[in-house]
């Protein structure tokens, strides 16, 4: 009888505590579907634990004409460019490695370092392009954490990376990044009397070609031209006799949809010499100038100015 008795208090005690836990258990549900929810890419890239990195550049072994060892992958080609992206997320339990490449300027040669990183990458999966229907079958299939989206991504400017998170992640991050104009790679410089011939080899997308003449000697730039897209010479006159003269040329473009007017203005070298006019007062007075170059220079409307290209330099005497 006692044996019941204890068996029937358990019993009793049981139910009780079934009564207590299960608000208890229906209180801790939402608080546990919340944390097993999908993570925010928008809110983790404002607090700085999702790293982006659009690639528009390869490191290279030839030096390119700015100096540097890094060549554009972005520059305009008439097709649409795809620049690869790497999305990684701070992951306290992650520690992976990551390689980078680089040009050493000591021992002249790409190097490569190795570090390790608490940035997991993500699966990153490219939708452009595609329907709601296709995207779907491809994220599933690749089982990709976040898609990306290029977007005005064939014209000279300003390209746009649409990152959405996808299955475990949601939200929505953008990215910009750059299509340059092609790099100007020949340039002929021949001389003519106290004057200039340059010829350069066309490049695509182009809206003009910015041609300046510097003179080596004074260490400043004493011609500056525009040309119009669809030469590719111009004569550079009124130029000193036995000089050495540094030329380069630029391509330039506008950026999409802009409309722009053509002014140009001329820059002087003035000589002023300290006076004293006819009531004992200190004046100024300007004894001489002379022309040092010609800028043509662009009046935007509405927009903004386009990407120039690298400076491709040749000497001449």
Known sequence: MQLTMKKMGAAAIAAALALCVAPAMAMLTPGTAHAAGKAS?????HEGDLDIDVITTKV???????GSHWASLTNYTGKAVKPKVEVRVYDKDYEG?????????EKKKIVKETYTTKYRPLKVVNVTGKSSKEAKKLIKKKKADVT???????????????????????????????INVPQVKTVKVKAAK??????????????????AVRDKAAGETVKTVL??????????????????????VQACANGVKSSYKTTESVK???????????????????VSYKTLNFTGSYESIGTYWGDESPVKVKKTK
């Open 97 to 105: 490695k990551r390689t980078e490449k680089y040009w050493d300027d």
């Open 60 to 66: 290279t072994k030839k030096e390119q004409a700015d």
């Open 194 to 211: 106290k004057a200039l011939n340059v010829s350069w080899k066309k490049v695509k997308g182009a809206t003009h070609y910015q041609v």
């Open 227 to 248: 040309v119009d897209a669809k030469k590719k010479s111009v004569k550079i006159k009124g130029l000193k006799a036995k000089r050495a003269y540094e030329v380069t």
């Open 268 to 286: 002087y070298d003035q000589k002023w010499e300290t006076v004293t006019d006819e009531w004992g007062d200190m004046d100024e007075k300007l």
């Open 41 to 45: 890419i928008t809110k983790l890239y």
């Open 148 to 178: 990306i989206e290029y977007k005005n991504n064939k014209n000279i400017g300003r390209a746009q990376v649409v990152i959405k998170g996808v299955n475990k992640y949601k939200g929505t991050v953008y990215q910009t990044f750059s």
